[in-house]
């Protein structure tokens, strides 16, 4: 873990398991913060290496909530430690071609990767997605589950993860924190830091679409996250929605009790 594993979105240095974080930390409005230590999101844990497990597995947690797709989940299994739950929680069962779950299979392509992505396609492709988080009725049964099980103390503490951690994991923490009551400056810092947390763990991503004559710069748009996408999610979300609040009750379906349990189980007012 980092020197500074206390500051709020702190990298755990686990090598085989990028991205990872504790959602803990974020100051919340009254003078509260997040609780350290029940809520963590990742990359997929398909590739958690033997000698990383007991690191995993330290984090104690009780349930590992898969946000992929059915082909993602076949290509890439969760390694989850012994004893803790695995729940799948397809995001894009009713669009499986949409842009986070299909746009790795360019990425070993220069000239279909500069037809899907090039001229500003790419990171229209990632807005588009982000919207799809904040209405598609798979997107909303997902979310609907994951928040509903965090609301009950046997499923924490938890860890929730897609392939690479930034889209459907980047809603699912943008709307926890939202809920919580941490300030969209802050939701949307923690929700940048999959740039400096997970970009230099794709580099090799990079060298080798740039040896088979691609150009890195079409790649940076899908592999990493820009403020526009979540702003894009959000605008969709309070078209539809008006607030968060709304957003868990019309859309979810999660009364006001169960976003009660939400913060006092995540807020420490103390």
Not at 58 to 75: K, N, P
Not at 100 to 127: F, N
Request: net charge negative; aromatic share 6%.
């Amino acid at each position: 873990m980092t020197d500074d594993a206390f500051q709020p979105g702190a990298s755990i240095r686990i090598a085989s398991l990028p991205n990872l974080r504790d959602l803990g930390g974020w100051p919340t409005a009254g003078g509260g913060h997040v609780r350290r230590g029940l809520l963590y999101r990742s990359t997929d844990l398909g590739k958690l290496s033997d000698a990383d497990v007991p690191a995993v597995a330290a984090l104690g947690l009780r349930v590992v909530y898969d946000l992929r797709t059915e082909s993602e989940r076949t290509a890439e299994p969760d390694l989850v430690p012994a004893g803790t739950d695995h729940v799948v929680l397809d995001v894009l069962a009713d669009a499986p071609g949409a842009g986070p779950a299909q746009l790795l299979a360019v990425l070993s392509d220069p000239t279909a990767a500069a037809a899907e992505l090039g001229a500003g396609r790419g990171a229209a492709i990632m807005a588009e997605a982000y919207r799809d988080t904040a209405r598609l009725g798979s997107a909303l049964r997902a979310y609907r589950r994951l928040f509903s099980d965090l609301a009950q103390e046997r499923n924490r503490p938890a860890l929730f993860h897609c392939t690479t951690g930034k889209d459907r994991t980047g809603w699912a923490s943008a709307a926890m924190l939202m809920l919580l009551g941490v300030s969209d400056e802050d939701v949307m810092v923690e929700y940048l830091l999959t740039n400096d947390q997970l970009l230099p763990a794709l580099q090799p991503v990079f060298d080798r679409f740039a040896s088979a004559g691609g150009d890195p710069a079409l790649l940076r748009s899908v592999l990493g996250v820009e403020p526009g996408y979540l702003e894009a999610g959000l605008d969709e979300m309070r078209g539809r929605y008006g607030t968060i609040a709304g957003y868990f009750s019309d859309g979810l379906g999660l009364d006001a009790d169960v976003q009660a349990a939400l913060r006092d189980a995540f807020v420490d007012r103390s």
